[in-house]
C-alpha cells in the first residue's frame, strides 16, 4: 500500500496536467473557431463611416398602419452616421467631385444649407481628407450650427432673403468656393492668376476685389456642392435608397410619398420605383409657402407677385426646416410625380407628438411632414396598400423650434390632439 502522501501529490500532478490540457485544447478550439467563423463575420464588416451610409432599416410604423388599414413604411434614414438622409447626398457630392477633379484632398467644400446637408458634409468630408465651410440663414435652429462647429466646419450665419439676393445663404456659399479656389491658385504660382485660370462656378465667377476672409489659408481648392442642382444628389437616391425600398418591399408596395427641400430624394426614388413598375403611384407632400404643390397640381408655381425672385424678405411660412421650396431645381424636375397633397404646420407638429407617443419615432419636422403625407395617400387610396415614406431625422436637431413648447404657443402651434383626429381620423 502506498503512503497517503504519495497517493496524494499524484492526484495533484494528474489534476494540474488535465489543467493544462485543458487550457490547450480550449485555446485551440478558440483560433480553429475564430478561423472559421473570421471570413463569416468579415462579410457583415462595414468600412469605415462611409461603409455606414445607407442601407437603412424599413420599419412598419404600427399605429399609422393600424388607424388607416393601410401598411405604412418609414425609410429610417435618421439612423445613417451623420443622422439624416443627406449623408447619402454628401457622400455621392464629394465622391464625384474628387472623381472629376473639381475637389482634391486638403480642399473645402462650401454648401449653402439650413441645416441637414451641411452636417451630412461636415460628418463625411474628414472622411475624404476635406474641410466644410456651410453658410446658413441665421433663423435655423440654433443646436444645428452647435452640431456643424462640433464637427470642425466653419458657419457662416446670414440674414434670409430671397434666392435673387446676392447674399442668399446658398450665393454666399458659391461665392465661398471661389475664394477658395482663388487663394490655392495664387499660393501654386508667384506671378499674377490670370483670369482664365480661374475656372467658372454653376456659371458665377469670383467678384475681382472681395474681401477674402473666412476660408483658411491652407485651403487647396474649393468645390461648392450646389446640392439645390448638382444631380449628383438625385443619383444617391436613384442608385441607393430607392433600390433599397425596392428590395426592402420585394417590389409589393403601390406608393411612396415624401416632401421636397432640393428634390433630390422624391426625384430619385420616384424615378427608379416607377422605372420598376409603373403602376407605383409617387406623391409630393408640401409645407406651407411652398409652390410646389401648386406646381405639381396646377402645372404653375405662383404668379407673378408671389414668386419667390419678387420677395424682399423671408415671411414666415412654416416651422418645418429643409423642404418647401419656391423655384424648380434640376433636381426637382427629375421627378416622376402622380399628384401632390398639402401639409400644414399643426399637422406636422401633432403628428410628431403622436409617434412619440404611439410608436416611440421622435422624429424631426420633416419626416412628421412626410407622415402627414404617407396618411393622405392612405386615405386617398384606401385600406389594404402598402405606402412607403422617408424619415429623414429626428427630432434631436429640432429643439429650439419644432420640439420647443415655448417656440410653438408663439405661432399658436401648442399640440392637444389626443389621436389622429387632427388628420379627419378617430
Not at 443646436?143 to 435673387?164: F, N
Not at 504660382?189 to 467678384?207: A, F, P, V
Amino acid at each position: 500500500m502506498a503512503p497517503v502522501g504519495t497517493t496524494a501529490t499524484g492526484v495533484l500532478v494528474a489534476a494540474v496536467s488535465m489543467a493544462v490540457l485543458s487550457y490547450f485544447l480550449g485555446s485551440y478550439r478558440s483560433r480553429l473557431w475564430s478561423r472559421r467563423t473570421h471570413s463569416l463575420h468579415l462579410s457583415n464588416i462595414r468600412d469605415g463611416l462611409i461603409g455606414a451610409i445607407g442601407n437603412t432599416p424599413l420599419i412598419r410604423i404600427k399605429s399609422l398602419s393600424e388607424a388607416t388599414g393601410c401598411e405604412i413604411l418609414g425609410k429610417s434614414e435618421f439612423l445613417n452616421p451623420g443622422g439624416s438622409v443627406k449623408d447619402r447626398v454628401a457622400v455621392k457630392i464629394i465622391e464625384e467631385a474628387l472623381d472629376s477633379g473639381e475637389l482634391v484632398r486638403g480642399g473645402v467644400v462650401t454648401e449653402g444649407s439650413a441645416g441637414s446637408t451641411a452636417i451630412s458634409l461636415a460628418t463625411v468630408a474628414p472622411a475624404y481628407g476635406c474641410k466644410c465651410h456651410v453658410v446658413i440663414p441665421d433663423d435655423v435652429a440654433i443646436e444645428k450650427s452647435q452640431i456643424l462647429e462640433a464637427l470642425g466646419a466653419t458657419v457662416e450665419r446670414v440674414r434670409p432673403v430671397s434666392i435673387s439676393h446676392k447674399d442668399h445663404y446658398v450665393n454666399v456659399a458659391r461665392r465661398r468656393a471661389l475664394e477658395a479656389k482663388d487663394l490655392a491658385l495664387k499660393r501654386r504660382t508667384s506671378e499674377q492668376m490670370d483670369d482664365k485660370d480661374l475656372k467658372l462656378i454653376n456659371g458665377h465667377t469670383y467678384e475681382n476685389g472681395e474681401s477674402i476672409t473666412v476660408i483658411s489659408d491652407d485651403c487647396k481648392g474649393g468645390f461648392f456642392a450646389d446640392q439645390f442642382e448638382n444631380l449628383a444628389n438625385f443619383r444617391a437616391h436613384y442608385q441607393g435608397t430607392g433600390p433599397e425600398i425596392w428590395e426592402q418591399t420585394g417590389g409589393n408596395l403601390h406608393a411612396f410619398v415624401a416632401a421636397a427641400g432640393t428634390g433630390g430624394t422624391v426625384a430619385g426614388v420616384s424615378r427608379f420605383l416607377q422605372e420598376k413598375n409603373p403602376d407605383v403611384k409617387c406623391f409630393l407632400i408640401d409645407p406651407p409657402g411652398s409652390g410646389l404643390f401648386n406646381k405639381v397640381t396646377r402645372g404653375v408655381m405662383y404668379t407673378r407677385e408671389e414668386a419667390e425672385g419678387q420677395r424682399l424678405k423671408n415671411p414666415f411660412d412654416t416651422i418645418t426646416e429643409g423642404i418647401g421650396i419656391n423655384r424648380l431645381t434640376k433636381n426637382f424636375m427629375m421627378a416622376e410625380l402622380d399628384g401632390a397633397f398639402r401639409g400644414t404646420d399643426r399637422e406636422a407638429v401633432e403628428m410628431s407628438r403622436f409617434l412619440l407617443r404611439n410608436d416611440g419615432l421622435f422624429l424631426g419636422s420633416s419626416s412628421a411632414m412626410n407622415c402627414v403625407g404617407a396618411v393622405r395617400v392612405a386615405q386617398s387610396m384606401g385600406p389594404g396598400h402598402t405606402i412607403v415614406t422617408i424619415l429623414c431625422d429626428s427630432g434631436m436637431r429640432h429643439l429650439s423650434k419644432f420640439c420647443n413648447p415655448e417656440y410653438l404657443s408663439r405661432y399658436g402651434l401648442t399640440p392637444s390632439a389626443t389621436g389622429l383626429e387632427f388628420m379627419g381620423l378617430g
